[in-house]
């Protein structure tokens, strides 16, 4: 039986199942997802458009475009960022999920973290070594 994820936004007023499983998993220090998520880095896992289902609260997802090819998707209640995807190009077809907005727990089988040279100051890691996450 394939497993199925459930995940919410923080207010609960946006929920939504995964029928597959977050692939690609990496953690981004990029600026664009920093700034959105308001935190030193932001973990995504994404999945095939068609494997996202919303099972409620389509009304209250807001889209924005943060560049010209990238948008992102947020609850107009609390403000959780809860997925963005490519416009146009290679990976149109797929979508990525703000892993904090999981409820239904899993382990990342791989994980990465990406755009290091663009990371904050304020938060060290061991040398050589960003932290390792179970998702």
Not at 8 to 19: G, H, I
Not at 26 to 55: D, E, I, T
Request: glycine share 6%; with cysteine; charged share 15%.
């Amino acid at each position: 039986m394939k497993e199925v994820y459930l995940g919410s936004c923080l207010c609960a007023a946006v929920t939504y199942e995964l029928s597959a499983t977050p692939k690609s998993v990496s953690h981004c220090h990029c600026r664009q997802c920093r700034k959105s998520h308001g935190a030193a880095f932001a973990s995504y896992g994404s999945v095939p458009r068609n494997a996202l289902r919303l099972l409620s609260g389509a009304n209250s997802i807001k889209t924005y475009a943060s560049s010209e090819a990238v948008l992102r998707e947020f609850c107009t209640h609390c403000g959780s960022t809860l997925f963005w995807s490519r416009s146009q190009g290679e990976f149109a077809d797929w979508v990525s999920i703000a892993l904090g907005t999981l409820d239904t727990p899993f382990i990342a089988e791989k994980q990465k973290h990406v755009h290091l040279d663009s990371a904050v100051h304020w938060c060290s890691y061991p040398p050589q070594k960003p932290p390792s996450c179970m998702i």
